[in-house]
């Protein structure tokens, strides 16, 4: 069966991928998932979007990925609601290194048009009134941020893209990919082999495992990091809680349920997405320290998800080097939702030959082959 593109992975990148293709004319575009949509890290993550970061490209991408959720529900001409909660981040500074990390940030992020701004332990107390003000020392807050359905942002894009003609099969899975002349051009499935003109890596926490099938060595892994969903009580705080060096965010979302996820810095490379007592009980203790209000309330569930890490904390959006037509789109390291519509629009640019919106040379996998001059991006949990 013959096939112009076949984007692998059905997540939000994916969709976004083939969205911004098949929105500039691209025809014969496929989706292959093992799953459904959402059924990887997309449906499990906390679908925070901030554009506070320590680095340029990422508060370029996030910036600009923001402009696109504000409008996604015209622009992708959406018959439900997305729910963007544009309330805000406030990031928590609890050590005199981080205070002075975070000035450095918001002048870098103030002067790529991103509206944070410092604030003081008092200002952020009015902000957000039930943070026990001993946990912390000052904050950072950018009214712009917010929180999205992930459900919904990434089925408004499904929408839009089989109204555009993209193809998608899910519940297959891709066993093999068949390299000639420096090209993949075959994609084998455990239901058909297809032919192929052009082949996109958004594999998400499995994309190592895809590149290996082409002979790539993508240099990401993926490791298990967990959250847990509350009771849903009476509006009482607007924005994402987050501390870097406690490793927390914390979200009320619309129907009032808290999400509070933390990375676990003992957790193995692994497809693992279970969710431990060991989680519980840390984070537990982090939440009465920082919210104790928030730490009366039940608990209704927890699970793990994926965050696919590259080695400094930034994706992968590049062609191969090894490869004519074969695309990657990976090592989001727990950030692909926030920064999905960037990523489909930079790919799609790649895969036409367009000049990207954005120079994003140091996005490329090219970047690991001296690891001495990667940027870590240090605003992770």
């Known amino acids: 069966m013959k096939k112009n593109i076949c984007i692998i992975g059905a997540g939000i990148s994916g ?4 969205y911004h293709l098949a929105i500039q004319g691209v025809k014969d575009i496929l989706v292959i998932d093992k799953g459904y949509f959402t059924n990887g890290a997309t449906g499990r993550c906390g679908a925070g979007v901030r554009q506070q970061w320590q680095t340029k490209m990422n508060c370029l991408l996030a910036k600009m990925s923001m402009e696109f959720f504000e409008k996604a529900n ?24 981080e205070e002075n990390q975070f000035k450095k ?23 957000v009134p039930h943070l026990n003000p001993d946990s912390f020392l000052s904050a950072t807050f950018c009214k712009t941020d917010g929180h999205l359905n992930p459900f919904k942002m990434t089925e408004a894009f499904y929408k839009a893209c089989l109204r555009l003609g993209v193809e998608f099969h899910f519940f297959e899975e891709v066993k093999d990919l068949e390299v000639n002349d420096h090209k993949v ?17 958004a594999a998400g926490g499995y994309a190592s495992e895809i590149g290996k099938m082409a002979d790539i060595d993508i240099p990401v ?33 619309p129907h009032g349920a808290f999400l509070i996820g933390r990375s676990n810095f003992n957790a193995l490379p692994s497809h693992d997405m279970s969710s431990s007592w060991e989680f519980l009980d840390e984070m537990s203790q982090t939440v009465c320290d920082i919210m104790p209000k928030i730490g009366k309330l039940n608990i209704v569930r ?10 400094d904390h930034q994706p992968i ?8 037509n074969f695309y990657m789109a990976c ?29 994003i040379e140091t996005l490329s996998i090219k970047r690991f082959l001296n690891d001495k001059k990667i940027n870590i991006e240090k605003s992770v949990v």
């Open 15 to 18: 969709m976004s991928i083939a």
């Open 74 to 97: 015209e622009i992708l001409d959406y018959d439900d609601d997305v729910e963007l909660k544009q309330e805000g981040y406030l990031i928590l500074a609890t050590t005199i290194e």
């Open 105 to 127: 940030n918001v002048i870098l992020q103030n002067r790529l048009g991103i509206p944070s701004k410092v604030v003081n332990r008092k200002e952020a107390l009015e902000i």
């Open 185 to 201: 051009n075959k994609v084998i499935t455990d239901k058909e082999i297809y032919d192929v003109s052009v082949c996109i890596n």
């Open 221 to 253: 892994f993926s490791e298990n990091h967990e959250i847990l969903a509350t009771e849903p009580v009476e509006p009482m705080q607007g924005p994402m809680v987050m501390s870097f060096s406690k490793n927390i965010y914390c979200q009320q979302v």
């Open 302 to 311: 927890q699970w793990g998800g994926s965050y696919n890490m590259s080695k």
């Open 317 to 324: 959006i590049s062609k191969s080097i090894e490869l004519d």
């Open 331 to 359: 090592g989001f390291s727990g950030h692909g939702f926030m920064l999905a519509p960037m990523t489909g629009l930079l790919i799609s640019e790649l895969v036409l030959g367009q000049k990207p919106v954005l120079n």
